[in-house]
């Protein structure tokens, strides 16, 4: 624009003032990192009696993981295996959120630690942590393995986990190592880690549900007059030598034969099983299977004269007590003493405590037990759980022959990788099809894990049968069958196919069939039949499980 004055006449510039931008984006980091920096001056400030001992002592106590991991051992030594899952899976989750929120979060946000000039020196003992505020890694770990408990654990186990995780992460703001915002997105960071778990390691129920129940009326006895209990394990209990009748305290003696003594200074497995029982039910008769003994025929002669039945061993065990059972009408009292125990777990029972609140609550109910019958050879099988040919057989037979060298586990191992070298398909007819098996598995009722030989079920009275089978041509897909196996996710073979049924008809074109059924073996052959007898088995649950 020209000036003009009375002189001459000039340019003069014109300056355009552009409103100034707004990044909404950093203004609301702005104002969430004031409030952040408000609260934790308020946490700072505030005066809370008592904690100012136990707090800092609780966050250094979780440094690196210590407190979860030792709660971890010792929920895994425990004889509950939904407290061992909860430990492993609480485990799980810290090792997936750890790395997450160390090496990524804390990095991409590098954001520095609070000044703890507002904080108290009684709660500052210990070297402040010089690594960067966000997200908090205590607070990701604890919720975590909060989260991983609470997905397996009873209540009773889960809510201190939960209410001890609360504490340590309030612990990172009220000691002064984080702003309140770096505990909260830690603890959605662990949340997500522990729940991602089902991911790969889907969460099992705690019970199995059961709709049937039984009409029978069962007389139930406070000192277990009237119950038999057959117990199988290696472990004895010190008794004196009865020669049948009644001893004094009113307890039936195994008659003629002297109970051995558990080998030790420290009671085994079986040894304890056995003191409560005897503590709990004074009249009940307790029978010790001695190692030459056919339990068969000790199960079967136990049933005539019991009003119920109750056998403590594995599932093996169990599985032989139900054949009695179902034999004589009479109800059983699973009690769990054996590696896994699916069928007593699976009503609910994981410890002679269970089994006796079952038996003095008079809860039984109807479960469907699965047949196997052949026309040649052995018939009469039963399976609870699941029964299986194929692989799995020889997997059982080479951990057994190489157990009493190298124990139980390190022989499983041992076997698995020489039955996934060496295990053939089997050539034979599945319900009129030609058909080349490596692994096949038969499950009394619909299971809800996928992994190698499945393990928990939603109900034990569906009616149906879950059959798992790996077909293949001349070879086996050996390298993709242990990442199945070890992952846990047959469906991911090649071959792998899976339904359900009422029945399964299946012939052997080679010979004599092994099979296993609850972790037993034998030989089959002919034309086999697996099938189901709904309802067909009396047993005892705890009440809450109905």
């Known amino acids: 624009m020209r000036a003009i004055t009375g002189r001459r006449a000039r340019w003069s510039p014109i300056v355009i003032v552009e409103p100034p931008r707004v990044d909404h984006g950093r203004g609301l980091l702005r104002r969430l990192?004031?409030?952040?920096?408000?609260?934790?001056?308020?946490?700072?400030?505030?005066?809370?009696?008592?904690?100012?001992?136990?707090?800092?002592?609780?966050?250094?106590?979780?440094?690196?993981?210590?407190?979860?991991?030792?709660?971890?051992?010792?929920?895994?030594?425990?004889?509950?295996?939904?407290?061992?899952?909860?430990?492993?899976?609480?485990?799980?989750?810290?090792?997936?959120?750890?790395?997450?929120?160390?090496?990524?979060?804390?990095?991409?946000?590098?954001?520095?630690?609070?000044v703890v000039d507002l904080v108290p020196p009684i709660r500052i003992r210990w070297k402040l942590p010089t690594s960067h505020a966000f997200p908090s890694g205590h607070s990701a770990s604890a919720a975590a393995f909060a989260a991983g408990v609470a997905m397996e654990a009873p209540r009773a186990v889960a809510v201190p986990v939960a209410a001890t995780a609360a504490a340590v992460a309030f612990s990172r703001v009220y000691t002064g190592a984080h702003y309140p915002g770096d505990v909260l997105a830690g603890v959605g960071i662990g949340m997500l880690a522990g729940l991602g778990t089902r991911l790969v390691w889907p969460a099992r129920p705690p019970v199995a549900h059961v709709s049937r129940r039984t009409t029978r009326p069962v007389e139930i006895t406070e000192n277990g007059e009237g119950l038999v209990v057959v117990v199988n394990g290696k472990a004895g209990v010190a008794e004196p030598t009865a020669k049948g009748g009644r001893s004094k305290g009113g307890r039936s003696r195994s008659a003629g034969r002297q109970i051995p003594p558990g080998r030790g200074l420290v009671p085994g497995r079986t040894e304890l099983d056995v003191a409560v029982l005897l503590r709990e039910f004074p009249a009940a008769e307790i029978i010790r299977a001695g190692q030459d003994e056919d339990l068969e025929k000790l199960l079967d002669e136990a049933a005539k004269r019991a009003t119920v039945l109750a056998v403590v061993g594995g599932d093996g065990t169990v599985n032989a007590g139900a054949r009695a059972a179902l034999k004589h009408d009479v109800p059983l009292l699973p009690i769990p003493g054996g590696t896994f125990d699916h069928f007593a777990r699976a009503l609910g029972i994981e410890a002679p405590m269970d089994a006796v609140a079952a038996y003095r609550e008079g809860c039984v109910a109807r479960v469907d037990v699965g047949s196997i019958t052949s026309r040649e050879g052995e018939d009469g099988l039963i399976f609870l759980n699941t029964a299986s040919f194929g692989a799995y057989p020889e997997l059982i037979?080479?951990?057994?022959?190489?157990?009493?060298?190298?124990?139980?586990?390190?022989?499983?191992?041992?076997?698995?990788?020489?039955?996934?070298?060496?295990?053939?398909?089997?050539?034979?007819?599945?319900?009129?099809?030609?058909?080349?098996?490596?692994?096949?598995?038969?499950?009394?009722?619909?299971?809800?894990?996928?992994?190698?030989?499945?393990?928990?079920?939603?109900?034990?009275d569906d009616g149906r049968l879950d059959i798992r089978m790996i077909t293949t041509g001349k070879r086996v897909p050996r390298v993709r069958a242990l990442a199945a196996v070890l992952l846990g996710h047959l469906h991911i073979t090649p071959g792998y196919q899976s339904w359900h049924g009422g029945s399964l008809e299946l012939i052997a074109t080679k010979g004599d069939l092994r099979l296993a059924h609850d972790g037993e073996l034998s030989t089959v052959r002919g034309v086999v039949k697996f099938a189901k007898k709904p309802g067909a088995l009396s047993v005892f649950c705890p009440r809450m499980q109905g």
């Open 33 to 114: 990192g004031k409030i952040d920096r408000r609260a934790f001056d308020s946490v700072a400030a505030a005066h809370l009696p008592g904690l100012e001992y136990v707090l800092p002592r609780l966050s250094r106590a979780a440094d690196h993981g210590v407190l979860w991991f030792t709660t971890a051992g010792v929920m895994a030594v425990s004889r509950r295996a939904r407290l061992r899952r909860a430990a492993l899976r609480g485990s799980i989750g810290i090792a997936v959120a750890s790395p997450v929120v160390n090496i990524i979060g804390k990095q991409a946000f590098r954001r520095k630690r609070p």
């Open 397 to 460: 037979l080479r951990r057994r022959r190489l157990e009493t060298r190298l124990g139980k586990w390190p022989a499983l191992a041992v076997a698995a990788v020489r039955t996934l070298r060496h295990s053939k398909p089997i050539e034979m007819v599945v319900d009129g099809r030609k058909r080349r098996v490596w692994m096949a598995f038969v499950g009394n009722g619909t299971y809800g894990s996928r992994g190698a030989a499945p393990t928990w079920r939603d109900q034990l």
